[in-house]
C-alpha cells in the first residue's frame, strides 16, 4: 500500500465502485426527497429517501417481492412490467406518507433507454409524483404491459395496476 503524507486513501465506498460521492451531494443539493431505485437479478427496490445528517431516513419503500405477497402477482419478477408495478406501489406509499416531488437516484446503473430502472421511474410518475425526467428515456407502453411476453400478462398488470391505485 503506498504511503506519504501526499497519499490520500479515498472512501471504502468509492474504492469498491459503490457510490459515486459526486453524484450523491448534488441530488442532495436539490433539497427534494430521493427515489431510489436499484434491482438485483431476480428483484427490483424502489424507495423514497430524506436526507439527514444522523443518516438517511427512508419514507415508503417498496419490492418486487410485495407484488407476490400482498397482491398475489404470478409472473416473474425479472420483467419490466413488475418492475412498473413496484413504482406504482412504491409511489403509492410515498404520497400517502405525504411525498409530492423527489429526484431520481439510479446510483452507478447505466441508464440505457426502456430499462427496468426507467419503468419504475413510470410506475411512480404514474402514482402521481412530480420527478424531473426525459420522455426519451422512459420504456413504450406495450413493453411496461408486457405485450413482447405473453398475452395473459397485459390484463394482470392493468388489474393490478387498479389494485394498487384503488388501495386494494
Same mark, same amino acid.
Given at each position: 500500500?503506498s504511503?506519504?503524507?501526499?497519499?490520500? #486513501?479515498?472512501?471504502?465506498?468509492?474504492?469498491?465502485?459503490k457510490?459515486?460521492y459526486?453524484?450523491?451531494?448534488?441530488?442532495l443539493?436539490?433539497?427534494?426527497?430521493?427515489?431510489?431505485?436499484?434491482?438485483?437479478?431476480?428483484n427490483?427496490?424502489?424507495?423514497v429517501?430524506?436526507?439527514s445528517?444522523q443518516?438517511?431516513?427512508?419514507?415508503?419503500s417498496?419490492?418486487?417481492?410485495?407484488?407476490?405477497?400482498?397482491?398475489h402477482?404470478?409472473?416473474?419478477?425479472?420483467?419490466?412490467?413488475?418492475?412498473?408495478?413496484?413504482?406504482? #406501489?412504491?409511489?403509492?406509499?410515498a404520497?400517502?406518507?405525504?411525498i409530492?416531488?423527489?429526484?431520481?437516484?439510479?446510483?452507478?446503473?447505466?441508464?440505457?433507454?426502456g430499462?427496468?430502472?426507467?419503468?419504475? #421511474?413510470?410506475?411512480?410518475?404514474?402514482a402521481?409524483?412530480?420527478?424531473?425526467?426525459?420522455?426519451?428515456?422512459?420504456?413504450?407502453?406495450?413493453?411496461i404491459?408486457?405485450?413482447? #411476453?405473453?398475452?395473459s400478462?397485459?390484463?394482470?398488470?392493468?388489474s393490478m395496476?387498479?389494485?394498487?391505485?384503488?388501495g386494494?
Amino acid at each position: 500500500m503506498s504511503q506519504g503524507p501526499r497519499y490520500h #486513501l479515498k472512501p471504502r465506498r468509492r474504492r469498491e465502485g459503490k457510490t459515486d460521492y459526486r453524484m450523491r451531494l448534488a441530488l442532495l443539493k436539490s433539497g427534494k426527497p430521493r427515489i431510489v431505485v436499484r434491482r438485483s437479478l431476480n428483484n427490483i427496490r424502489v424507495q423514497v429517501i430524506n436526507y439527514s445528517e444522523q443518516g438517511d431516513i427512508v419514507v415508503a419503500s417498496a419490492m418486487g417481492s410485495d407484488l407476490v405477497k400482498s397482491y398475489h402477482w404470478k409472473h416473474s419478477m425479472k420483467t419490466t412490467s413488475a418492475a412498473y408495478l413496484t413504482g406504482i #406501489l412504491a409511489g403509492k406509499r410515498a404520497k400517502d406518507a405525504g411525498i409530492t416531488e423527489g429526484v431520481l437516484d439510479i446510483g452507478r446503473q447505466v441508464p440505457t433507454k426502456g430499462s427496468k430502472v426507467f419503468a419504475a #421511474l413510470q410506475g411512480v410518475l404514474d402514482a402521481g409524483i412530480d420527478i424531473p425526467h426525459s420522455s426519451e428515456k422512459l420504456p413504450s407502453k406495450e413493453r411496461i404491459l408486457g405485450k413482447h #411476453l405473453d398475452d395473459s400478462i397485459e390484463k394482470d398488470v392493468t388489474s393490478m395496476k387498479e389494485k394498487i391505485i384503488g388501495g386494494k
